[in-house]
């Protein structure tokens, strides 16, 4: 079995194996990471460089140094992913036909797929003003 089910629906700590069990595992560790990543973003956007000066210049600066890239991507990446699986779990508690689920979900991972193309593309090809 993948998954043990409450009575009542909702989502059980999963058994050692399969899908559901690193779904699970993954849910609790990028949920601690974006915590870090996603306080670090508050932080520095709003009180080192202040929302005054929050701008394109603010962008071209930290994007000119590849780290501030890997860490937006990152940031990016786990979120999208994060709050994709939790899309995922939530459909799957309430939608019940195979095939409306199966629908569903495939537009949600199509859409997450080109979401995060996108941001990849434009956070990896901007081009930094000279």
């Known amino acids: 079995m993948a998954s043990e089910h409450r009575r009542g ?22 949920g601690v990471v974006l915590l870090f990543l996603a306080v670090f973003h508050l932080l520095w956007m709003h009180y080192v460089i202040g929302v005054d000066n929050l701008n394109f210049e603010t962008v071209v600066s930290r994007w000119s140094n590849p780290l501030w890239r890997m860490y937006d991507f990152a940031l990016l990446g786990f979120a999208l992913v994060h709050g994709v699986n939790g899309l995922r779990m939530v459909l799957e508690d309430y939608l019940h036909r195979p095939g409306t689920l199966l629908a569903v979900k495939s537009v949600a991972y ?18 930094v003003p000279a």
């Open 9 to 30: 629906g909702g989502h059980a700590r999963p058994g050692s194996r399969g899908f559901e069990a690193w779904a699970w595992l993954f849910m609790r560790v990028s």
């Open 110 to 127: 199509v859409l997450a797929f080109l979401l995060l193309s996108a941001g990849a593309w434009i956070i990896f090809t901007f081009h």
